[in-house]
């Protein structure tokens, strides 16, 4: 057999052997679907088997952007991005939108805080149907003035498909000695994992 014919040989081969992967991937995966569990499930492989990047990606959103939750607060702008409730006692909150499949890692709170109480920050998912579940929380501490607070991990996987998010907060008290000046969600987006057919020439 000359060269040309080797060739050709394996040529003919490798499109064999993906012919073969391409029917039995499809096969698979039509035979099994109704096995899997619905996405967004925690045990889903959205949720469970996908890969994540090792570099953090954040949205910061300065505290000034979050609006009480109905007009029977008040709010107040204190300055260099900060907010706090003036009267009643509603909670703040805005739209959180992340990339569907990312996964939030962490929620960290910026405040100014000289008050003897602790505000509480959280993020917070709806179904449209009645449901909702709170995510994470992370609280301010102390009365020196401005900190910040990281929460626990997360690990909550985004589905946009099925639920919308929200960052929440609510100020224990009311007054400029209680302000919110950011809350800045860390997150981590999925990796594309690549498979291909290992062929060897013998």
């Known amino acids: 057999m000359n060269v040309t014919d080797k060739k050709r040989s394996f040529t003919a081969i490798t499109l064999v052997l993906l ?3 391409t029917i ?3 096969a698979g995966a039509s035979g099994n679907a109704d096995l899997l569990p619905p996405s967004g499930a925690t045990d889903s492989p959205v949720a469970s088997s996908r890969g994540f990047s090792t570099n953090f990606h954040y949205e910061y959103v300065a505290g000034a952007a979050l609006r009480p939750r109905d007009s029977s607060s008040g709010w107040d702008y204190s300055g260099t991005g900060c907010v706090s409730r ?4 509603e909670l703040f909150n805005i ?3 992340l990339p569907d499949g990312s996964r939030i890692d962490y929620l960290r709170i910026y405040y100014y805080d000289t008050s003897g109480s602790d505000s509480t920050a959280w993020v917070t998912s709806y179904n449209s149907t009645g449901g909702y579940t709170d995510i994470t929380t992370v609280q301010s501490a102390g009365t020196g003035g401005y900190g910040t607070k990281l929460s626990s991990y997360v690990g909550h996987v985004v589905d946009n498909s099925s639920r919308s998010y929200v960052l929440n907060w609510s100020a224990a008290q009311n007054g400029s000695s209680m302000r919110l000046c950011g809350l800045r969600v860390a997150y981590r987006v999925p990796t594309l994992d690549l498979f291909m057919p290992l062929i060897t020439k013998g």
């Open 19 to 21: 012919a073969l992967l």
């Open 24 to 26: 039995t991937g499809a």
């Open 86 to 89: 003036s009267s009643g006692s």
């Open 95 to 97: 739209y959180l939108g």
